[in-house]
C-alpha cells in the first residue's frame, strides 16, 4: 500500500477510536436533538442534584412528548445489584428548544444513561450523560464535607493548611471536630449561571459560600432556592457587603468568632468582616463544625426494615414468629402425617389419602394466611411525627418531619410527594428495582411498598401556607382563639404581649375558643439557636422530644411573645401519601410565629 494511503488509513482508524473513546452526551433522534449537561454536584451522602438537558424539536409541524428516564444502578448495604429508575415527562411545541431539569438523589448512585421516548415510543439509542461524581457504590458517603464555592471565591482545595489550629485533627486528607470525622472537604466552584434556581439541588451541599457581588448577579429565582436552602437547615457564608434580605442579615448582637450570624429557620446564615479568603484557620474550623453536623444528621438513618420499626414503631409485634410456626408445623405434621394415615385406615379408604393429603395442606395454607390478616388487617397503616415553624407574618411553613407505611399487602399504589419535598428513603439489605415518577410532582412508584415489610423515610420542605391561628385579647382575662390550621388541636399554649402564658385543649378543625391564662408556666424568650436544635434531634424522635425542647420543665416554656406552640393531630405542613383506607397516627408539634409578634 502507497506510504499515503496508509497514513490516510492510521489517521482514520486513529479518529474513529478517539470518537468512539469520547462520550457523547447528545443525541439526534431525526424528529428531537438532545444534548445532556452536568449542573454543579459534589460527592455527597444526602441531598438532591440534577442533570439538565436541552432539547430542541425539529418539527415545525407538530409538537412533540419526550419522556427521559435516568437509571442509576445501586446496591446499597446489599449484594444484590438493583437499578433505580427517574422518569420525567415533557411536551415540546412545534419548533420549540428549550432547557429542563431531571432531579435525582445524590446519595443513591449517579445515572449513566437515559432512555428516550418520543410519542411513548422508546428509541433504540441510549443517551449517555455526564457522570460528574461517581456515588460511593456499597453506602451514602457522610464523611465528606461538601461546599459549594462561587468562582470568584479562592476555595481551599484541602484543609492540610487548618494544621495551626489545636482543635482540627487531620492526616493530610481527614478532618476531627467536635460534630465528628469528614473524609475530606470536597469544594465544588462553578459560575454563578451555572447555579440552579431549584432548591432541592443545594441540598447536596453542607454549605454554600458567595461573596456579595455574586449575590447581586444571582436571578431572582436563585436567590429565592438559597434563601429556601437556608430556612430548610442550610448554612450560608458571605461576606459583610452582601445585601440580603431582612430574614436574612445577620444580626450584630450575635455573633461567633467575631463573625455577626442569624440563625433563620433551621439554617444559619453566617457573615465575615473582610474577604472570605482572610478567614483564619479557627473560623474555618467553626464552619467545618457546623458542615460536618449537617451531613452527619442524615447518617442516622442507618440500619435496615426491622431496625427502623424498632426505633421508630409503625406495627408492634413485627418479625417472624418462630414460636407459632414451630407449634403450627408440628401440628400440620401430625394432622397430615399420622393421624391422616389412622383416619384412612379407619374408614377402610386408603385410596382417600391423595386427596386428603392436598385437602389438609390447602388447610394450614389458608390457615397461615387467615392468621396474618386477622392479626395485621387489610388496610395500610402510617406513622408520622413532625415539626414545623409556621410564620404567619410571612406565610411560611417550614418543616421536618418522619414518616413510616406497612402494608399486610403488596400495595400498587405509588406514595406521592410535591416536587418541591425532599425525601430521604431509609432501606437497607433490600434488593430489587425501584421507580420514580417526576411528573406532577415525585412518586415513588414500584419496589417501595412491599409486603409485610415498614418502609421509613424523612421529608423537608418550605412553602408558602395561609393557616393560621386567629386571637383576640377579651380584656387581658382570656384570648379567644379561632382554629384555622385545618386540623385537630390537643393542646394549645399562647403567649399574650406581656408574655402571660393562656392555655387550651381540644380544639376542633374551625373551632372557636378562650384560652385560660396558666400561672403554672412562666414565659422565656426562645433561644435563637432552639428551632435549629429540634431540627437535629434524632430521625426517630416521638413529638413529645419536640415539645420538651419548648418545655424544658413543668413551670417554664420557651415562647416569645404573641407566639404560639400546639400539638395537633396529623401532619398538615407534610405530604400526605396514600389515598387508599389507612390507619393514621400522626402528631405535629407547631410553633407559630403571629401578626404584631417583635
Not at 465528606?144 to 489550629?165: C, G, R, Y
Not at 431549584?198 to 459560600?209: E, G, K, N, P, R
Not at 412562666?522 to 435563637?528: E, G, K, N, W
Amino acid at each position: 500500500m502507497p506510504r499515503r494511503g496508509l497514513t490516510a488509513l492510521v489517521l482514520w482508524l486513529t479518529g474513529t477510536l478517539l470518537f468512539a473513546s469520547t462520550p457523547r452526551y447528545s443525541e439526534d433522534y431525526g424528529s428531537l436533538f438532545i444534548q445532556a449537561r452536568q449542573t454543579p454536584s459534589a460527592l455527597s451522602g444526602h441531598g438532591y442534584t440534577s442533570l439538565e438537558f436541552d432539547l430542541v424539536n425539529k418539527l415545525d409541524s407538530r409538537p412533540l412528548e419526550v419522556k427521559i428516564s435516568l437509571f442509576a444502578g445501586y446496591h446499597l448495604y446489599s449484594n444484590n445489584d438493583a437499578e433505580l429508575a427517574y422518569g420525567r415527562t415533557f411536551s415540546l411545541s412545534a419548533g420549540e428548544s428549550r432547557r429542563v431539569r431531571v432531579p435525582f438523589w445524590r446519595w443513591c448512585g449517579q445515572p449513566d444513561r437515559a432512555q428516550i421516548w418520543l410519542d411513548g415510543k422508546a428509541m433504540e439509542n441510549l443517551l449517555l450523560v455526564p457522570m460528574g461524581h461517581e456515588a460511593v457504590p456499597n453506602a451514602p458517603n457522610f464523611g465528606v464535607v461538601t461546599v459549594l464555592f462561587s468562582k470568584s471565591i479562592e476555595a481551599p482545595e484541602d484543609i492540610a493548611h487548618l494544621a495551626e489550629n489545636p482543635q482540627v485533627q487531620h492526616d493530610g486528607s481527614s478532618v476531627k471536630t467536635s460534630a465528628g470525622t469528614a473524609g475530606y472537604l470536597e469544594a465544588d466552584q462553578s459560575d454563578i449561571e451555572r447555579w440552579s434556581d431549584f432548591w432541592l439541588d443545594y441540598t447536596q451541599f453542607d454549605m454554600v459560600a458567595l461573596t456579595g457581588s455574586d449575590w447581586s448577579s444571582l436571578t431572582g429565582g436563585q436567590r429565592e432556592a438559597l434563601r429556601t436552602y437556608v430556612h430548610a437547615g442550610g448554612i450560608l457564608l458571605l461576606d459583610r457587603s452582601t445585601n440580603l434580605p431582612h430574614e436574612l442579615k445577620p444580626r450584630d448582637h450575635q455573633t461567633r468568632l467575631g463573625m455577626p450570624l442569624s440563625f433563620v429557620g433551621f439554617g444559619l446564615v453566617y457573615a465575615c468582616a473582610g474577604s472570605l479568603t482572610d478567614l483564619s484557620a479557627e473560623q474555618w474550623y467553626l464552619f467545618l463544625d457546623d458542615s460536618i453536623a449537617n451531613g452527619k444528621r442524615w447518617e442516622q438513618t442507618l440500619g435496615n426494615a426491622l431496625q427502623n420499626n424498632e426505633l421508630f414503631s409503625v406495627i408492634e409485634g413485627l418479625g417472624i414468629p418462630v414460636r407459632s410456626f414451630i407449634v403450627l408445623l408440628i401440628v400440620f405434621v401430625l394432622l397430615i402425617g399420622p393421624l391422616n394415615l389412622l383416619f384412612v385406615i379407619k374408614k377402610g379408604r386408603r385410596i382417600w389419602i391423595f386427596w386428603t393429603i392436598p385437602l389438609l395442606s390447602i388447610f394450614a395454607t389458608g390457615s397461615l394466611v387467615a392468621a396474618a390478616l386477622v392479626s395485621d388487617g387489610l388496610s395500610i397503616k402510617l406513622r408520622s411525627v413532625g415539626f414545623t415553624l409556621l410564620d404567619q407574618t410571612r406565610h411560611r411553613a417550614i418543616s421536618v418531619g418522619t414518616t413510616g407505611v406497612y402494608s399486610p399487602l403488596t400495595s400498587s399504589q405509588g406514595l406521592q410527594f410535591g416536587a418541591g419535598t425532599e425525601i430521604f428513603p431509609m432501606f437497607q439489605q433490600q434488593s430489587g428495582n425501584r421507580g420514580v415518577s417526576l411528573d406532577g410532582g415525585q412518586i415513588l412508584t414500584n419496589g417501595w411498598l412491599r409486603a409485610r415489610l415498614p418502609f421509613h423515610y424523612q421529608e423537608r420542605k418550605v412553602e408558602l401556607r395561609r393557616e393560621r391561628l386567629v386571637m383576640e385579647s377579651k380584656d387581658g382575662r382570656t384570648i379567644e382563639v379561632t382554629n384555622g390550621l385545618g386540623v385537630h388541636i390537643e393542646e394549645l399554649w399562647v403567649a399574650n404581649g406581656a408574655g402571660r402564658i393562656f392555655r387550651a385543649i381540644e380544639i376542633e378543625p374551625g373551632g372557636r375558643v378562650r384560652a385560660q391564662p396558666d400561672p403554672s408556666l412562666q414565659a422565656t424568650a426562645v433561644p435563637p439557636s432552639l428551632c435549629r436544635e429540634a431540627y437535629f434531634l434524632p430521625w426517630n424522635k416521638d413529638v413529645k422530644e419536640f415539645e420538651a425542647r419548648f418545655r424544658p420543665s413543668a413551670n417554664q416554656i420557651f415562647l416569645n411573645p404573641h407566639d404560639y406552640l400546639a400539638v395537633v393531630r396529623g401532619t398538615p405542613f407534610l405530604d400526605t401519601t396514600l389515598s387508599e383506607d389507612i390507619e393514621r397516627s400522626s402528631k405535629t408539634l407547631v410553633y407559630g410565629i403571629r401578626e404584631g409578634a417583635p
